[in-house]
Structures are given as C-alpha cells and as structure tokens.
C-alpha cells in the first residue's frame, strides 16, 4: 500500500472518529443507571487520572486493570461526559480491532481462509450488533479478542512488529475480564517466546530486539497501575483475584455444567437462539447437535493446524495452534466460575467459536477451489475482506444512531435520578454540605449508582459505605468527617419535602427512590 493511500485512508478514518463524536454530542444526557452508570463512574475517575482499578466483581474484588477505561475515556470527554461517548469509544475500539483483523489476514491468511475468516467475523458482529457499542466490561474484550489471536499469529510466524500489539491486546482483554486472563497470557507467552526464537521467516535481529525492547515498554506502561494498586493497597487487588481463585478452595463448576455452557458458546455464531449477553443467568439451549459441532471444531481446528504444518502454511498453523489452546483454556476457566453461570461470564467464548467455524470452512472448500486455481484471486479476495469490514463498520453506526436516538427516550429510573440529583445539588449548596455520606439499600443500588455518578459529574464528592467500596472504589472512602450521612433506599410513602438541618429529608419523585438525611 502506498503512502498516499495510507494517508487517505487514515484521514478517513479520523474524519469517521470525528463524526461519530459529535452524533453523540448531539444526543440527549440521560442519566444512566446499574452497571452502566458505574462504568461511567470510572470513566469519569479515568479521564480525570484517578483511577486504579478494573471492573468491579460481584465477588468483591476487581478485574484485574483499568485500561478499558482509559480507551474509553477521551471519547466520553470528546462527546460531551455524555454516555453515548462511552458508546464512540467502544465502537471505535471494535473496529480498530476489527481492522487489525482485517490487515492481517489480507496479508499473511491465504485467499480462502481470509474469506473465511471476513465472512465469519461479518456474520458474528451482524448477529451481536449491540456489543460492537457497549461499553460494558463483559463486551468490550470480545472483538479485541478475536483480533488477539489472529496478530499474536502474524507474530509468531514472522512479524516481529506485531508482538508490541499483542502486548497491548492481551493487556486490554486481561485486564477488561478476568475469564481472559489465562488465555491472553498464553497467547502472549507463546508469541514472546516465538519471537524471541526468531521463529517463522527469521526477521532480523536487530527488529527482533526492537519489537522486544516495545512490548516490554508497552507492558509496563499498561500494567503500571494495576502494579502501583497492588503495591498500594491492604491487601491489593492482585492478591484479592489470587486468594480468591488459588488460595481460598472453591467448589466451581461441576464439569457438566461448564460444558454445556463452553458448547453453547462455542456454536454461538450458527446456533439458534444465540443471544448477545444482559446479565441473566445462563440457560443451556436442547440442541442436540450442539455438542457434536463442538467436538467437531475441536476436530477440525486440530485438523487445520496438522495440514497446515504439512503444506508449510505458518501463519494458517499458528491460528489453529492458538485456537486449539485457548478454547480449551475456555473450557477450563469455565470451570472455574464460582456459585451460578451468568451468561456474561462466558459470552466471550462465541468469539473463538467464531474463528474455530471459519477454519472449519477453510478445511471444506479448499479442496474444491484448488480444482479452480484461478478463484478467487488476492484481488478478490482483499476486496472482500474489506468489504465485510465496511459492512461491520456500517452495522455499529447503525447501532451509534440508535444508541444517539434512544438516549432521548427516558424512564422512570431516570427521571429520578435526574430529579433526586438535582434536589440535592441545591439542598448541598443551601446547608454548605461538602461530603455527605451516602447509604444505599441493597434493593435500590442501580438508582443510587446513577445519583452518585450525576452528582460525581457536578463536582459534588460523595462517601459511600465500607460495603460498597468494592463497586465504587476507595476513591469513595469514608473518612469520618462527613457531616450528613444520607440514605437512598426504595419504596418511599411520603411526599417530596424539604426540611431544615435535623429534619427528616424525603425526596419522592417516583415509588422507586427516596432520600432520607440525618445529622450524624
């Protein structure tokens, strides 16, 4: 490619970023509420350098870094601190991954494991549309998954320049979602190792110890904070993820279970009834071919990688080698989900499923167009690659819209956050409350967590309870000088008043929220 279609392209491309940034200038800024409004919360605390950790755990710790949050971060600032900014940023991580994906397989994957690979990743964002704008923990590691494994290929099979971008791939998905995190350490282990080995068409030493010197530097710019955490805290957030999986006996899974839920994963892209993940519980599918296309892209994977070492095709083999590994590494670590199986907790497995299918074609029509040499051409075959990426390209502006033309669409939960956030921006101001302490009912956290973040964007600080430090971060301490302690719980039965210092403050905008001070 030349320098001057680089150039257009990338200009493209920033005009594309821009656009998309001021659609969601233009959207309305709707209160979030729940998981979103947390993430949001960190956001926030990242575009402002005051973040430290990952995504909080319903088991009290955090995933294991914050670097999702610094992706996401100038997007949010860009839009406006408007939660359709959470959706640019994650859109435009997704197709920068996506073209990643794309580059490489046009230059390194053969013509028909290029189209293969097009299609399958195609099909897979058309049906999970809605991830490729989520900013929620559990979606944003799936597309940079799949562009994962097919770089840390091209790096293990000769392009020593692509290990610094697997650094910064497997330091995103690993920190975004600790289910990952055994798989992105493999896959970076096995390509610094290949790398180091000079393995594949032997590049130069001298861009081998520069590729090392970057991933090096790349691993320690993006681990700085998760380390300075752990040094920091008592205990850390690393030695909490390691007593809680190593240390401290956990029952788990029973195999059974797990399996069944590897199998759905792993056929998500032609399984009916495939769903993108919302936080409910996992609920296996009565298909009874489900298990046999599993075993049967095992098969097949393991198939690809023995006729590609065969046919010295290194970069086809490699593909299959890292899928092979990490889909087992998949299984494995869904044995390792504690109590029940969200499906959040293994949506991420559809995205090997989506390759492992693409290499299954691959192995099926091979045979027959090399009985048609001539089909289809490296010209066709860029072409539609590319193609299929503009095609996923328009599908998550399609969901960008959508995203810029719902947030006008408000609820009940909204509107009271909204309102209560309001009320007590002016209650602060009148009684001069620097930082009040705020208590959450256990019933009535998805609308408290949007009040703190609405309030947090105002510059209002807030405390929480010990309890709820885990979801909000220390940032959120007590420190026992606070002069109010406020209560925010559900089912009020008085009407909206205001009271002076020493009153009972009931704010009732809807049956679902109020909130109740008291001098401490």
């Known amino acids: 490619m030349t320098m001057a279609r680089r150039s257009a392209l990338a200009g493209g491309a920033v ?9 969601a200038r233009g959207a309305a800024d709707v209160p979030t509420l729940g998981d979103i409004a947390v993430i949001e919360s960190y956001t926030w605390m990242a575009a402002k350098g005051q973040l430290l950790y990952g995504p909080y755990s319903r088991f009290q710790w955090h995933h294991p870094g914050p670097l999702a949050f610094f992706c996401l971060a100038p997007f949010y600032v860009l839009a406006g601190a408007k ?3 959470l959706s640019v940023g994650a859109l435009v991580l997704n197709l920068t991954a996506l073209a990643l994906a794309t580059a490489v397989i046009v230059r390194r994957a053969g013509n028909i494991l290029a189209m293969a ?29 799949i562009a994962l494994i097919i ?32 798989s992105a350490l493999a896959i970076g282990i096995v390509s610094f190792a290949a790398v180091l080995a000079g393995s594949g068409t032997q590049p130069p030493s001298a861009l081998r110890k520069r590729s090392l010197i970057l991933t090096v530097i790349a691993l320690l710019l993006l681990w700085a904070l998760p380390v300075a955490e752990e040094i920091a805290g008592r205990p ?66 393991a198939a690809t990688g023995v006729l590609a070492l065969g046919a010295r095709r290194r970069f086809e083999a490699a593909l299959a080698g890292l ?19 969200f499906d959040h907790e293994v949506f991420w497995i559809s995205a090997l499923g989506t390759l492992n299918i693409a290499l299954l074609v691959t192995l099926v029509v091979r045979p027959l167009s090399e009985r048609a040499r001539s089909w289809p051409t490296p010209g066709i075959s860029a072409a539609a690659c590319w193609t299929l990426f503009a095609i996923c390209a328009a599908v998550g502006i399609g969901e960008m819209r959508s995203v810029v033309a719902n947030a006008s669409n408000t609820t009940d939960g909204s509107d009271a956050v909204s309102a209560v956030a309001t009320d ?9 409350i620097a930082r009040p302490l705020i208590r959450i009912d256990q019933d009535a956290w998805p609308l408290a967590a949007g009040v703190i973040v609405r309030l947090q964007k105002e510059g209002v600080p807030v405390a929480v309870e010990d309890d709820w430090l885990p979801m909000f971060t220390p940032a959120f ?44």
């Open 15 to 23: 005009l594309g970023v821009i656009g998309l940034i001021l659609l």
């Open 83 to 85: 939660p359709a900014g």
């Open 117 to 145: 690979i097009a299609l399958s990743i195609g099909w897979y964002a058309w049906r999970v549309a809605p991830v490729l704008t989520s900013a929620w923990n559990p979606h944003v590691p799936v597309f940079p998954l």
């Open 151 to 182: 770089v840390a290929a091209d790096a293990m099979t000769g392009t020593a320049m692509s290990l610094p971008v697997v650094a910064i791939l497997a330091s995103l998905v690993a920190q975004t979602h600790i289910a990952l995190l055994p």
């Open 236 to 301: 850390g957030n690393i030695t909490q993820i390691w007593t809680f999986f190593v240390s401290t006996p956990h029952r788990g899974q029973r195999f059974a279970n797990a399996l069944y839920a590897w199998e759905d994963m792993l056929t998500g892209l032609v399984r009916p009834g495939f769903d993108v993940a919302r936080g409910l519980r996992f609920r296996q599918r009565s298909i009874p071919w489900v298990e046999s296309l599993a075993i049967l892209e095992m098969v097949g994977v």
């Open 323 to 341: 899928l092979l590994t990490v889909s087992l590494l998949a299984l494995w670590s869904a044995t390792r989900i504690e109590e029940t199986i």
């Open 424 to 432: 007590l921006r002016a209650y602060f101001d009148r009684e001069h």
């Open 477 to 520: 301490a007590s420190t026992g000088r606070e002069e109010v302690a406020l209560a925010i719980t559900g089912k009020p039965q008085h009407v909206r008043t205001v009271g002076k210092p020493g009153d009972v403050v009931v704010i009732d905008h809807d049956p679902l929220l109020f909130v109740h001070r008291q001098t401490r």
